[in-house]
């Protein structure tokens, strides 16, 4: 007996509610296309880091904003207030906004403004890409150099243009996916160590990323493609600490470098200031930011930067909440420093490298 159209698909999307087509690049692009400003900032951001990668240029990196971008308005007022610390600070720190719109999560929760736009639960994907790629194209537009997490290898292809560095989280670093899309990247990329404060997954990472590799893909219009690429050499390694231990002291440094060189990975390392590098609380990154200036201070070579969290007010909000119960300028995820103890630690830097 033949089988019906709906008896042979029956076993077919069990458990999915609905299919929704997305807005491919090349139509995103002409909706909403990227001005020669920030294409220029974009450029000249990548080489000069490229530049610091290298040992070409001296100056020190600070990768600092909210740990997530939840409202528009607030996002602008921050790159504002960057901007002019930017320009005062320029000739020694090279300073990139933190501009994050996706969130890991351990369980479930907000996953960022891209996932959920509205902060309601209507998780509008479409118009979180949109709003995150103008949100990225204005600050650029700015002249302010600008850095996220790709957590969602889709949206790299949406996002990464408009950067001009990309971090591989703790969670996704030892992902083959993510390695496999790093290597394709036009960006320079920062690998973290895993949660448990495991350096190998970075290097492995990072050896994984310079290599060519070949994996399936979505191109410019939308069609899944075989994309092959030729590797990406501008990476390198971020200590964000392990669960309940910090490693950017001057000890952990040396373990690193004694790694990395064992790895023949690049001698280039970034501390972030935050997540268990400070106990997860905010009000430590600056002791965290004044160790590795002091390391600085006595001529280390390796370590080339820093992330800070900082928001316009300090620490965080419950979330879920009504929007318009949300105060202005506080981050819903993780604690942030305000701008003014981003802007101390920021002049500290300045005066004493």
């Known amino acids: 007996m033949k089988k019906t159209v709906s008896q042979q698909k029956e076993h077919v999307n069990v458990n999915i509610k609905k299919f929704e087509s997305l807005i491919n690049l090349n139509e995103i692009r002409q909706e909403i296309?990227?001005?020669?400003?920030?294409?220029?900032?974009?450029?000249?951001?990548?080489?000069?880091?490229?530049?610091?990668?290298?040992?070409?240029?001296?100056?020190?990196?600070?990768?600092?904003?909210?740990?997530?971008?939840?409202?528009?308005?607030a996002a602008y007022e921050y790159a504002d207030k960057l901007k002019v610390l930017n320009d005062k600070y320029q000739d020694k720190l090279l300073i990139m906004m933190r501009v994050y719109f996706e969130k890991p999560r351990t369980t479930t929760g907000w996953k960022g403004l891209i996932n959920d736009p509205f902060l309601n639960n209507t998780l509008n994907i479409q118009h979180g890409i949109k709003l995150s790629?103008?949100?990225?194209?204005?600050?650029?537009?700015?002249?302010?150099?600008?850095?996220?997490?790709?957590?969602?290898?889709?949206?790299?292809?949406?996002?990464?243009?408009?950067?001009?560095?990309?971090?591989?989280?703790?969670?996704?670093?030892?992902?083959?996916?993510?390695?496999?899309?790093?290597?394709?990247?036009?960006?320079?990329?920062?690998?973290?160590?895993?949660?448990?404060?495991?350096?190998?997954?970075?290097?492995?990472?990072?050896?994984?990323?310079?290599?060519?590799?070949?994996?399936?893909?979505?191109?410019?219009?939308?069609?899944?493609?075989?994309?092959?690429?030729?590797?990406?050499?501008?990476?390198?390694?971020?200590?964000?600490?392990?669960?309940?231990?910090?490693?950017?002291?001057?000890?952990?440094?040396?373990?690193?470098?004694?790694?990395?060189?064992?790895?023949?990975?690049p001698l280039k390392i970034m501390v972030d200031c935050s997540h268990d590098n400070s106990g997860k609380n905010h009000e430590k990154q600056a002791s965290v930011a004044k160790d590795i200036l002091k390391q600085k201070m006595e001529k280390n070579q390796s370590i080339f930067g820093i992330m800070l969290e900082s928001h316009l007010s300090p620490g965080n909000q419950p979330f879920p909440q009504a929007k318009d119960k949300l105060k202005y300028g506080v981050s819903i995820t993780d604690k942030c420093i305000d701008f003014e103890e981003n802007e101390k630690i920021l002049d500290l830097l300045y005066k004493n490298l």
């Open 133 to 265: 790629r103008k949100i990225l194209i204005n600050i650029s537009n700015r002249g302010l150099y600008t850095a996220t997490e790709i957590l969602d290898p889709i949206t790299a292809a949406y996002l990464s243009e408009l950067v001009v560095w990309v971090a591989i989280g703790a969670r996704t670093t030892e992902s083959q996916i993510h390695r496999e899309m790093v290597s394709g990247l036009s960006t320079p990329v920062g690998f973290k160590n895993g949660t448990n404060g495991n350096l190998d997954i970075a290097c492995n990472a990072i050896n994984s990323a310079k290599a060519s590799h070949s994996f399936l893909g979505v191109d410019d219009d939308g069609r899944v493609n075989v994309i092959r690429t030729r590797g990406n050499p501008h990476t390198h390694i971020v200590l964000r600490g392990g669960i309940g231990k910090p490693n950017y002291s001057k000890s952990a440094i040396l373990e690193t470098e004694k790694l990395l060189s064992k790895n023949q990975c």
């Open 33 to 73: 296309p990227q001005p020669p400003t920030s294409q220029a900032t974009i450029l000249k951001g990548r080489k000069e880091f490229k530049k610091i990668l290298h040992g070409e240029d001296h100056r020190f990196v600070v990768i600092t904003g909210p740990c997530s971008i939840h409202d528009e308005k």
